[in-house]
């Protein structure tokens, strides 16, 4: 007996009062699941619509119940909420903004309910949203310019991106996992990203003092990223390039 859809129901409401989903998945359902997957304790489980994220409950409760360090990844379209529903009434505008609350509520209930996994195990997430590129599309020939276009060219970064957008672009395209700690620090002002303890380091600034690039480089990063546009011109990215080479050889 793996219950049915008003366990499930019944387990939403504790946590979400406001009555949001009539026939959401029981928490020892998707518990059942992982263990008949024959899953390890470390691997990642994956559900490719969200739901009400009880596979993130799930996964999240069977980890402080065995000390797993498994992972789960929930995927779901922006889909929105119907008119009048309870859901819409409790202020949701999209079915996604309940799988993320759900997620902060359960992880909230597990740890007053398991004190002792508190600090030992990660109950955060990460939110990302599927959109085009971070960059615009430059493999043009000199006929597809305007004399008036070309000033939309001195820049290669759509406009509206954040420094973040930037970073996890980068990340995807280099291969690596968007679940990698990443720090946000300053060195005289200036924003800088250092993902897994120097995998890589990023800088955004729009203008980038010698004084930071050293900083950086002294960090002997795997890999370092800046933006073109952040070097007034072909000598400042040569020093760049000398300046590592005297700081992180």
């Known amino acids: 007996d793996v219950g049915d859809n008003q366990e499930g129901k019944q387990e939403l409401l504790k946590i979400m009062p406001e009555n ?18 024959g899953a390890s304790e470390n691997d990642i489980i994956l559900d490719f619509y969200a739901g009400s994220a009880t596979t993130a409950h799930a996964v999240m409760q069977l980890n402080a119940e065995d000390g797993g360090n ?30 993320r609350e759900r997620i902060r509520r359960a992880a909230k209930k597990i740890q007053e309910e398991h004190p002792e996994t508190v600090g030992k195990q990660d109950y955060g997430f990460r939110a990302y949203k599927l959109d085009s590129s971070n960059f615009k599309d430059v493999s043009q020939t000199p006929d597809s310019f305007s004399q008036e276009s070309l000033f939309d060219s001195v820049s290669n970064i759509k406009d509206g991106r954040t420094d973040l957008d930037l970073l996890f672009q980068i990340m ?34 729009d203008e980038i003092s010698e004084s930071v690039l050293r900083q950086i480089a002294k960090e002997e990063p795997l890999r370092a990223v800046f933006k073109d546009e952040s070097f007034a011109n072909s000598a400042a990215k040569i020093n760049l390039g000398q300046i590592f080479k005297e700081e992180a050889p």
């Open 20 to 37: 949001l989903f009539q026939t959401p998945k029981v928490i020892r359902l998707i518990k059942r699941m992982i263990h008949i997957s």
């Open 70 to 99: 498994r992972k789960y990844i929930l995927c779901t379209l922006d889909e929105q909420v119907a008119d009048k529903s309870a859901a819409k009434e409790a202020g949701y505008e999209t079915i996604d903004q309940i799988s």
């Open 172 to 205: 995807l395209t280099w291969g690596m996992e968007l679940s990698l700690p990443i720090a946000k620090t300053q060195i005289d002002g200036t924003d800088v990203y250092n993902v897994a303890d120097g995998a890589l380091i990023a800088c955004f600034a």
